[in-house]
Structure formats: structure tokens, C-alpha cells
């Protein structure tokens, strides 16, 4: 009997001990050990508690109905993506491989002496003192500012009566990144600045004038452009920056000399003798050699840049004007007012190597970026003519307004401008077709 009551106690603590997850709750296996001491003690015998430290859980059989998702394929066939980029030809056509067309004229309120492209979009229009205004316009040919040439000298440390004082733009010419300007005065006008010499002066007739910088990042805004100004000689005309941005160079054509300014203090720091009527200057890319015109000869002087030391390259022709070098140095061009023609000049040797008469009064010259094409404006030719520079041919001469002056490449649309003094401005565009829209 005591085995059977052990058995069946031992049944009932197995069904009603499990706590769920295969355990004894505590309360349950307590009860069942005084059940079996009870007993024990009713029987005399030795009754033993066996607490199941290890319960095996009924196998709990679920089978889930499989579930047999079959996934349509998914073919996604790309279509292959086929792309040919068209190959990009950086391939520059030179400059004496193409023509001039001329596809713009500006007019309005000029008297042009010279126009100047700054390399960075800007052209600047010098109208002398006939207008009193440098125009400044962008390469869509528009009018972006009009500079009038009056400042107060005064504030910028000149020894004068404070008022207003007026100029006559000459020429222009930038500094290596495009941002001055600077425009020479062929004469001053306000207190104390009485007549001037002329073109037909003698050595130091006339007064000193000045040049102008022009702060580009200025114009339009509500501040005059003209942030500084550096006193030179008598009626100055052309100037240069050399490529360095170390001095401005500025001849002077009643002082017959060559002013030279230090650009980090503003400082004269030199007057080059040149002789009578100096006037075109050109830089080696170097910065270390100047060459300059004299128009009252036939020669050009060639200043070293270190000691401002002079030599001549002599009789190259009559009234020697304009320059302009090759973009290796090597080779020097000359505009000669006096004899109709420009003049190929081998820097190595000294010696003019080729001529080419291109028309009346030639005067002012410019290169095309690659060296390869001259353009020179024929003051009473009324012309604009192109020529080769490795065989002196000419490319082609055009017609313009009355009395072209001045003349500029730029570079980066490698268009033409030309000023005349009968107030156009007469854009050309380069092209290869054969068909010049205006001869």
C-alpha cells in the first residue's frame, strides 16, 4: 500500500507541481513533501521526496502547415546602357587660319583714343578730353560703367588746393590678374594746371600729369573707382605693367623719358632718358627688358629692367610708334607711322628681317594669343588690316570708321575691338568660314 500511496503521490506532484516551462512551483513541491512525510509517519517506513531536478517536458509537436510560397521569377533584363560621349576636340584653330567678321558696333557718347581688354572681360575706352570718361564695357557689348576722369588730387597726398580736377584718358593698361586698370592723362585740369604742351613739344614743356588705378571691383558700386593716383612726366601716353606686377611703366612725350613706378609703395622710383617723343612700350615675359619707341627717331631703346640701364636697337625705320612681342621673346614688332609699314625685328640680332606695308599712318598694333596673326589699325587708311607674322603676308585688310586708333585681342573670346576717333568702336569675331559680313 505504502508503494502504491508513493506512487500515486509521486503522479500528482508530477500534474499539479509543473509551472508552466517545465518547473516545480515552490508552494506545490512543499505540499507534496508533507504529504509524503505524513505518510511516513502513518507507515513507519522511510519515505523518500524525490524533487525532479530534471523535468522532461512532453514533446510539444506542432507541425505548421507549410506554407509553399512560390515566388514568380523576376527576369529584369536591362536593356545594355550604350552610352558614346562625342569626343571633345580641344583642338584651337590658329589665328591665321581664320577670318575677321566684324558683328558689332558701339556707338553713343565716345571719342575713343585707345580701347584695352582686361583679360577678365572687361574693355576700357579712353575718350581724352574731348569727353572727360573712360567707358568700360563687358564682352556681351555691353555699357557697364562710364568713369569720369575727375578726382580730388588732394586726397591722395598731392600737394594742391583741395576741388575737383579733371584729366584726359589716354591709354590704358592692367595688371597680370585683371583687377587695376590704369589710365594716363595727357594733361591735368583744375587749380594751378594751366595750358599744356602739344604733340609738337620740346623737351619738358608742359606740366606732370598723372596715371589713374582703377579698382574694377569697384565699378557700379556707390564709391568712385579710381583708388589711387602716381604723379609722372609731361603729356604721358602709352603704359605697361610688367608681367611680374613689379612696376608701371609710363612714357612721357614732352619729358622725353620713361617714368617708372614701384607698385607696392606708389613710389617714382626712376626716370629712364629716351629721346625726343617716347611712346609704345612692350615687356619680356620675364620682366626683366623693356623695349620702347621713340617717335621723333628711328630707333628703340631696350631698358634693362635690374639697372635701367639703356642700348638701341637703331634705324629701324621712320617715327617707330607701337610694339609688340612674340610670345617667345624672340621676335619684336613695330608699327611705322612715319613709312606706312610694320617692321619684323630678330631680337638676336638686332636686325629688322621683313616688312609689310599695311596703310596710311599705322598705329596702333595687337597679337593674337597664339603669335601667329598682327592686327594693325591704319589711322588714314581708314583700315584694319591682318597680317601673318611668320611670312608677313596680309590676311586681310578691312574697312572701318574714320580714323581707327587703337586696337585689342582677347584672348578668351579671341575677338578684335577697334576704336576710332569718330566715336565707334567696331567689334570683329574670328571665324572659319570664308565669308567676311563686313569687307
Not at 400 to 406: E, F, H, N, R, V
Request: hydrophobic share 35%; proline share 5%; with cysteine.
Amino acid at each position: 500500500m505504502s508503494t502504491q500511496l508513493s506512487m500515486l503521490v509521486r503522479v500528482w506532484m508530477e500534474r499539479i507541481g509543473r509551472g508552466g516551462q517545465g518547473r516545480i512551483t515552490p508552494g506545490v513541491s512543499g505540499l507534496a513533501a508533507g504529504l509524503a512525510l505524513a505518510f511516513a509517519g502513518c507507515t513507519g517506513g522511510e519515505a523518500r521526496v524525490e524533487l525532479a531536478t530534471s523535468t522532461t517536458l512532453a514533446p510539444t509537436s506542432t507541425t505548421l502547415a507549410p506554407t509553399s510560397t512560390t515566388l514568380a521569377p523576376t527576369s529584369t533584363t536591362l536593356a545594355p546602357t550604350s552610352t558614346t560621349l562625342a569626343p571633345t576636340s580641344t583642338t584651337v584653330v590658329s589665328s591665321d587660319e581664320l577670318v575677321l567678321s566684324r558683328i558689332g558696333d558701339l556707338t553713343g557718347d565716345l571719342a575713343s583714343k585707345s580701347v584695352v581688354a582686361s583679360g577678365q572681360g572687361l574693355f576700357f575706352a579712353q575718350n581724352m578730353m574731348y569727353r572727360h570718361t573712360i567707358s568700360v564695357f563687358d564682352r556681351d557689348q555691353n555699357l557697364v560703367a562710364t568713369i569720369p576722369d575727375t578726382v580730388d588730387l588732394s586726397l591722395f597726398g598731392i600737394d594742391v588746393e583741395p576741388g575737383e580736377y579733371r584729366g584726359a584718358p589716354v591709354e590704358a593698361a592692367f595688371g597680370p590678374d585683371g583687377r587695376y586698370g590704369y589710365v594716363s592723362n595727357y594733361r591735368m585740369y583744375g587749380p594751378g594746371f594751366g595750358s599744356t604742351a602739344g604733340d609738337d613739344c620740346g623737351r619738358g614743356e608742359g606740366q606732370n600729369s598723372f596715371v589713374y588705378r582703377i579698382d574694377t571691383k569697384l565699378i557700379g558700386s556707390s564709391n568712385s573707382p579710381i583708388d589711387e593716383v602716381y604723379e609722372v612726366g609731361s603729356v604721358p601716353k602709352f603704359l605697361v605693367v610688367t608681367p611680374d606686377n613689379k612696376y608701371l611703366l609710363v612714357t612721357n612725350w614732352c619729358s622725353f623719358d620713361m617714368s617708372v613706378v614701384d607698385l607696392a609703395s606708389g613710389d617714382l622710383v626712376g626716370s629712364v632718358p629716351l629721346g625726343r617723343h617716347p611712346r609704345g612700350i612692350v615687356v619680356s615675359s620675364d620682366s626683366q627688358t623693356a623695349y620702347a619707341t621713340v617717335m621723333g627717331g628711328s630707333d628703340i631703346a631696350v631698358v634693362n629692367l635690374g639697372d635701367f640701364q639703356t642700348t638701341w636697337i637703331r634705324g629701324v625705320g621712320p617715327a617707330p610708334r607701337h610694339l609688340v612681342l612674340s610670345p617667345d621673346d624672340r621676335t619684336l614688332y613695330a608699327t611705322l607711322n612715319g613709312a606706312g609699314a610694320v617692321v619684323k625685328i630678330d631680337l638676336a640680332s638686332g636686325e629688322v628681317i621683313a616688312t609689310v606695308r599695311t596703310g596710311a599712318a599705322p598705329r596702333t598694333m595687337a597679337i593674337a594669343d597664339d603669335g601667329r596673326t598682327l592686327y594693325v589699325v591704319n589711322y588714314e587708311s581708314n583700315t584694319m588690316t591682318s597680317v601673318r607674322s611668320s611670312d608677313f603676308e596680309i590676311l586681310q585688310t578691312l574697312k572701318t570708321a574714320d580714323k581707327p586708333i587703337g586696337v585689342t585681342f582677347d584672348p578668351e573670346s579671341r575677338e578684335v575691338w577697334v576704336a576710332t576717333y569718330s566715336g565707334v568702336i567696331h567689334v570683329y569675331e574670328q571665324t572659319q568660314s570664308s565669308q567676311v559680313a563686313n569687307p
